[in-house]
């Protein structure tokens, strides 16, 4: 059940004042001592994640956030902290309290979920202490509000039954990698090197899902080396339908792989499945503009161990500057640590994303997009290098 990494899972946001009880109702919600439960206010700092299956939704992960009225110096920085995750929440739950006084911090933090198109749950908690009208409060802060008793456990059913009847509204415009390209017998070769920055005794997570799609579509996998492609090729010949590719390798293979199959990459099909291809299509005419000096930022969404001739470290910074022909400046970022402030950028190259969920990638490339600020992915960026972006794009015709 736990094996469905977090960035396939939808996440529940819990948020609301300190001392609600959100880390309580993610005990109660998952059946398990999780959180750190205690009733002294601001208990909960980082943001704690918790996966559970949510029949019938299936795999999620609920994230306890610390209270948005926080106070002091580090108080502040938790609150950012707890707005950070509404980049990645599919579903927000508002935690409050009939003890609370005013409602000034849920009523901005509402507007700002409301901006973001996130699904919102008010959940009224203690109801054991309380039971009187939520009318009052529904009107208040213009959104329905469930009841609950996290002591009683009253109302954590409905709550269940909530949060599943949502799922239908969460913008889930690309939830495949490629099985919706799929038909049964189609015959897919996967071409995964297995070179130093491979890791060791596994596939990578887009590998894997890509064959899980594959196998799903009723599709024959044949995964290969970039080494065994030719003699696949030979023996396989007009039977392949596409071959899905490392996207280092494209200089390597594309003149192995004849026109009429299908040629494409992991890092494209997960610019499709977590990001947008069609931002990242226009951001690659970007290049050519690029001037001396101009700052880019290379942006990976986890902190792999990173060896010599690096992706995002050398490769990418090389072939930029080779293209645009000037001297281009560089910063990284990894993992959740995206700049803040990204206006001083003129480009942004991101990887595949696999290991944020698509809400997440999407905010990233809403926040370059709303600055102006070309955004592509690695790629379509090396399928472009290698001058082979509208093949790698062939496959998906609804582009044009
Ligand atoms: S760098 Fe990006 S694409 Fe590569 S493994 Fe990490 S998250 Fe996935």
């Keep these: 059940m736990n094996s469905?990494?977090?960035?396939?899972?939808?996440?529940?946001?819990?948020?609301?004042?300190?001392?609600?009880?959100?880390?309580?109702?993610?005990?109660?919600?998952t059946s398990q001592e999780i959180a750190l439960v205690s009733n002294i206010k601001g208990t909960t700092t980082d943001p704690v994640y918790k996966s559970m299956e949510l029949l019938p939704i299936g795999p999620v992960v609920f994230i306890d956030t610390a209270g948005i009225d926080d106070e002091g110096k580090l108080g502040e920085l938790r609150i950012k902290k707890t707005l950070k995750v509404l980049e990645k929440t599919d579903i927000a739950i508002i935690l409050l309290s009939f003890e609370s006084e005013d409602l000034e911090y849920e009523k901005s933090l509402i507007e700002n979920i409301k901006k973001k198109n996130i699904p919102i749950i008010g959940v009224l908690n203690k109801v054991d202490k309380y039971n009187g009208s939520i009318k009052y409060l529904e009107q208040?802060?213009?959104?329905?509000?469930?009841?609950?008793?996290?002591?009683?456990?009253?109302?954590?059913?409905?709550?269940?039954?909530?949060?599943?009847?949502?799922?239908?509204?969460?913008?889930?415009?690309?939830?495949?990698?490629?099985?919706?390209?799929?038909?049964?017998?189609?015959?897919?070769?996967?071409?995964?090197?297995?070179?130093?920055?491979?890791p060791k005794g596994r596939l990578i997570l887009p590998q894997v899902q890509t064959i899980r799609e594959v196998l799903d579509g009723n599709g024959i996998n044949i995964v290969v080396q970039d080494s065994e492609l030719q003699k696949t090729i030979e023996l396989f010949g007009d039977k392949i339908k596409m071959v899905i590719t490392d996207s280092q390798v494209f200089g390597k293979?594309?003149?192995?792989?004849?026109?009429?199959?299908?040629?494409?990459?992991?890092?494209?099909?997960?610019?499709?499945?977590?990001?947008?291809?069609?931002?990242?299509?226009?951001?690659?005419?970007?290049?050519?503009?690029?001037?001396?000096?101009?700052?880019?930022?290379?942006?990976?969404?986890?902190?792999?161990?990173?060896?010599?001739?690096?992706?995002?470290?050398?490769?990418?910074?090389?072939?930029?500057?080779?293209?645009?022909?000037?001297?281009?400046?560089?910063?990284?970022?990894?993992?959740?640590?995206?700049?803040?402030?990204i206006s001083k950028y003129s480009l942004i190259v991101h990887c595949g994303g696999c290991m944020i969920n698509r809400k997440e990638m999407v905010s990233r490339i809403k926040n370059a997009s709303q600055k102006n600020i070309p955004i592509i992915n690695y790629g379509i960026f090396l399928a472009y290098k290698h001058d082979i972006l509208e093949r790698a794009l062939e496959i998906f015709p609804e582009l044009n």
């Design 253 to 341: 293979i594309k003149d192995i792989v004849p026109n009429h199959i299908f040629l494409t990459s992991y890092s494209i099909l997960f610019g499709r499945y977590k990001g947008d291809l069609l931002e990242f299509t226009k951001g690659i005419k970007e290049i050519k503009r690029l001037k001396k000096g101009d700052k880019i930022l290379i942006s990976e969404a986890c902190s792999h161990h990173r060896q010599k001739g690096d992706i995002g470290r050398d490769k990418i910074p090389k072939f930029l500057q080779e293209i645009s022909g000037v001297d281009l400046n560089f910063d990284w970022s990894s993992g959740n640590s995206i700049p803040e402030d």
């Design 140 to 198: 208040e802060l213009n959104i329905k509000i469930y009841k609950t008793s996290i002591k009683t456990k009253d109302g954590i059913e409905k709550l269940k039954d909530e949060i599943c009847k949502l799922k239908p509204y969460i913008n889930d415009e690309n939830p495949f990698i490629i099985r919706d390209k799929i038909k049964k017998n189609d015959v897919i070769v996967q071409v995964t090197p297995i070179d130093d920055s491979a």
């Design 4 to 29: 469905t990494p977090r960035s396939n899972r939808l996440h529940i946001g819990i948020f609301g004042k300190r001392n609600t009880g959100k880390s309580s109702l993610i005990n109660a919600l």
